[in-house]
């Protein structure tokens, strides 16, 4: 149950139900479990160029399955990125490497994958992820990360685009800024959270 919060009882009905089953002696029923929202888009609106929590907190445990620590924070200037506000990440992956991409598709999987209830891409959600860029391949929140072909706007040719802006190097992740802030249930519920 790794980044669920408990929803809120509503009504008396629920309290009433409570007091009746406390007073019969029977344990309260545990509240309805709800999984965060999908993150709409959120651009880059300003500078900030600290790591956002959330950022450091995912990165973390991105590279602790194996991998690189790129970018986090970035300077400004060089065009709308959430790495200018410090809610995006870059995990260092080759997809020419099949050991490195089978990691990022693994993980991938986790992220996308339904929970124990049934909701679907439960992880990704609970942690605030507004997209993913990875291997000519774009998952968006605002999409139900429905995986789409990606090219960068700097790629007139995809056979002449580098390997970096095709995110064939790294997986991209961007945060909501709620995400970044490290204020969705994923890392509200972490020890220390």
């Known amino acids: 149950m790794q ?3 408990l929803a809120r009882p509503k009504g008396l009905v629920v ?5 009746v089953l406390l007073a ?6 545990a509240p309805a479990m709800v999984v965060d929202d999908y ?14 929590p959330g950022a450091v907190a995912l990165a973390t445990w991105l590279t602790a399955r194996g991998g690189g ?5 970035r300077p400004c200037g060089g065009g709308v990125s959430e790495h200018s506000e410090g809610r995006a990440f ?4 080759d997809a020419g490497d099949p050991a490195e991409r089978a990691l990022a598709d693994a993980t991938l999987a986790e992220l996308f994958a339904p929970d124990a209830d049934g909701d679907p891409h439960a992880l990704a959600r ?15 929140s605002y999409d139900h990360f429905v995986a789409k072909r990606y ?11 580098s390997v970096t802006l095709r995110h064939r190097d790294h997986v991209h992740v961007s945060l909501s800024r709620r995400g970044g802030r490290a204020r969705t249930s994923w890392y509200l519920t972490r020890p220390g959270g």
């Open 69 to 73: 620590w790129g970018a986090i924070a």
């Open 151 to 161: 090219r960068s706007s700097s790629c007139r040719r995809l056979r002449t685009c």
């Open 126 to 140: 609970e942690m605030g992820i507004m997209y993913i860029i990875w291997n000519d391949r774009m998952y968006a």
């Open 3 to 5: 980044g669920k919060i």
């Open 24 to 29: 019969a002696g029977s344990p309260a029923p």
């Open 15 to 19: 309290s009433a139900v409570v007091a």
């Open 90 to 93: 870059d995990w260092m992956l």
């Open 39 to 52: 993150a709409g888009y959120q651009p880059q609106r300003n500078c900030a160029r600290a790591d956002k």
